[in-house]
């Protein structure tokens, strides 16, 4: 029961931070709602249990992720998209030839603040994932397919313009997801995402 603690309060924040965006509100909007997608690419980093010899061991490997928002006030933004992050493997369940790949889509939602011409923002979402997983003694490892698994993710950027509707950034994201593959038992996924991101504004 413990266990789950840390997901019923991110679960419960994250319907506390998106209720605002989904209901309506007598603050006056903007005439049109922008849209925008956001690609961005960088690294996905384990941390703790996730990434400690002897346990997952897992290692450092590349992130992508695209993201559609919907502005439904001034500063704040409902977001859903997908994102894929490719984990290596060390001295641990994962063997070292192996790879540990999460499949993810997301939503949620960002609040942002205008300071000169950049705009900072923070956002929080819930996170639907499968992981495709090595275990197994090297060069015998069977890759397996977990449950789907339910998570949450906190993340921090700021957006800065480029030109016309195009802007760019770097952002810093945390997740964590407990996940079950069957025959092996549940993986504690904890990692951080550090990447960049190209925004196309409609």
Known sequence: MATLLPH???????????????????????????????VRGGAALPVGSFGSPGRAAAEAGPSLSVHFAYQRTRGRAFYA???????????GACPPDGEMVSTAWGV?????????????WLRLGVLFDRVMGDFGPPGESVR??????????????VTLPLRGRLSTGPSVRYALLDTR?????????RYLVTDLGLTLGF
């Open 8 to 38: 019923r309060i991110l679960l419960v924040a994250c319907a506390l931070w998106t209720f605002p965006v989904a209901v309506p509100w007598s603050a006056p909007l903007r005439a049109q709602a922008p849209l925008s997608v956001d």
């Open 108 to 120: 949620g939602s960002r609040l942002s603040l205008r300071v000169g011409g950049a705009a900072p």
């Open 81 to 91: 998209g997908f994102s894929r992050h490719r984990f290596g493997c060390g001295d």
């Open 144 to 157: 397996r397919l977990s449950d789907l698994s339910l998570g949450g993710e906190v993340g921090v950027g």
């Open 181 to 189: 593959f069957p025959e092996v038992g549940i993986l504690r996924m």
